[in-house]
């Protein structure tokens, strides 16, 4: 379960931040899905929600939140990273 960070010197953040993060905690079914209720949810596009998804994930605070989260959600983007520069060696 996710914790939040009880000292009052420690960085929080926000709730939408928190929105974020817990969003991407969720399972999703069939493809399309995830699109459509990250647009209602946040009224931005999937690449814009990870952008901003990264951005939070950079801060000391989401570490503060959830680390193991953080931790799965950099992992995934790395392997997505390495699957793409891969698929271009291929094409060279």
């Given at each position: 379960?996710?914790?939040?960070?009880?000292?009052?010197?420690?960085?929080?953040?926000?709730?939408?931040?928190?929105?974020?993060?817990?969003?991407?905690?969720?399972?999703?079914?069939?493809?399309?899905?995830?699109?459509?209720?990250?647009?209602?949810?946040?009224?931005?596009?999937?690449?814009?929600?990870?952008?901003?998804?990264?951005?939070?994930c950079?801060s000391?605070?989401?570490?503060?939140?959830?680390?193991?989260?953080?931790?799965?959600?950099?992992?995934?983007?790395?392997?997505?990273?390495s699957?793409?520069?891969?698929?271009?060696?291929?094409?060279?």
């Amino acid at each position: 379960m996710a914790q939040h960070a009880s000292s009052a010197s420690s960085p929080t953040l926000t709730q939408v931040e928190i929105d974020y993060l817990e969003c991407e905690r969720d399972h999703w079914g069939p493809s399309g899905q995830k699109e459509k209720i990250v647009f209602e949810r946040f009224g931005v596009s999937v690449p814009v929600f990870y952008q901003r998804l990264y951005r939070i994930c950079d801060s000391e605070a989401a570490w503060q939140y959830d680390a193991v989260l953080i931790r799965h959600i950099r992992d995934v983007a790395d392997d997505v990273t390495s699957r793409r520069l891969n698929r271009g060696e291929t094409r060279g």
